[in-house]
């Protein structure tokens, strides 16, 4: 069985220290949106991604892939993604990953408090998909992989502790690091708590240290946050599918003010 650690909380105090990695593998996966090329002509004109129908997850075992729902398919889908041997030269992937979502199947879980506030019984297959490390554990068992595993959840600043993770395991002595970023609308129950817009969606990337003729992603954070920081007025994405836009466009820079911290991810090379 992997090792897991579940992480809920603030980010690290990171002030001044830039993390920098590159990224050797990419998928993403949404409504409407499945191929690369499709994505890449997504980030140079973004919109949110509407709907909840993705195709089939093929590459997981049938008794498995039946326990996953829209949240998972949106989230593994990349994951097998980029640890096929065939996505990059060498064998396929197999080692450390970090499955990071802010809400988690928030969904799955308000159906049970429905469940509960009409006196009916919970059902434990769906108590223990619906915890935040049951996707990310199904696709290790799937795998036969027991390495790390981590599973993450910090508010808006949820991308941004992910990377933070991934980088500390690179530190460790990680050759690459999984991470997978993905989350879904919340329940309309939820709706007024909403600070960006939901979507279902879901992305990995397969990240190693720095090395030469590779573009280098840095994050770093530029100032604590205060309760007088502006906050990104209306956005058109959710914050973590915004990372991936900035990733597939190109752009040099990307600032993010999330709840404990300001972020910035630059670009270099």
């Not at 308000?110 to 019984?121: G, I, K, R, T, Y």
Request: hydrophobic fraction near 45%; proline fraction near 9%; charge should be negative.
């Amino acid at each position: 069985m992997p090792r897991c650690r579940l992480r809920a909380h603030h980010p690290p105090n990171a002030h001044g220290m830039a993390m920098e990695f590159g990224i050797r593998a990419w998928a993403a996966s949404a409504p409407a949106l499945q191929t690369a090329d499709a994505w890449r002509a997504w980030s140079r004109a973004p919109w949110l991604p509407e709907g909840g129908d993705l195709p089939a997850l093929a590459a997981m075992a049938p008794m498995l892939r039946r326990r996953v729902n829209a949240l998972g398919k949106a989230a593994l889908h990349p994951a097998y993604g980029v640890t096929a041997g065939d996505v990059a030269p060498g064998s396929a992937f197999h080692g450390p990953a970090v499955f990071a979502s802010r809400h988690g199947d928030t969904p799955r879980a308000f159906d049970m408090l429905s469940e509960l506030a009409a006196a009916q019984p919970l059902s434990p297959t769906a108590f223990g998909l619906s915890v935040h490390n049951a996707i990310g554990a199904m696709f290790t068992i799937d795998r036969g992989d027991a390495s790390n595993l981590q599973a993450v959840a910090a508010g808006r600043d949820t991308v941004e502790t992910a990377v933070v993770e991934a980088c500390a395991l690179l530190g460790d002595g990680a050759d690459e690091v999984l991470l997978v970023c993905y989350d879904a609308p919340l329940p309309e129950a939820y709706a007024e708590f909403a600070d960006e817009p939901g979507c279902l969606f879901g992305w990995a990337w397969r990240i190693g240290r720095p090395r030469a003729g590779e573009p280098v992603l840095a994050l770093e954070i530029v100032a604590p946050r205060t309760g007088t920081d502006p906050a990104t007025a209306h956005p058109l994405l959710p914050h973590a599918l915004d990372v991936l836009r900035f990733m597939l466009a190109g752009d040099t820079e990307l600032v993010h003010r999330g709840e404990r911290a300001i972020w910035r991810w630059r670009r270099h090379g």
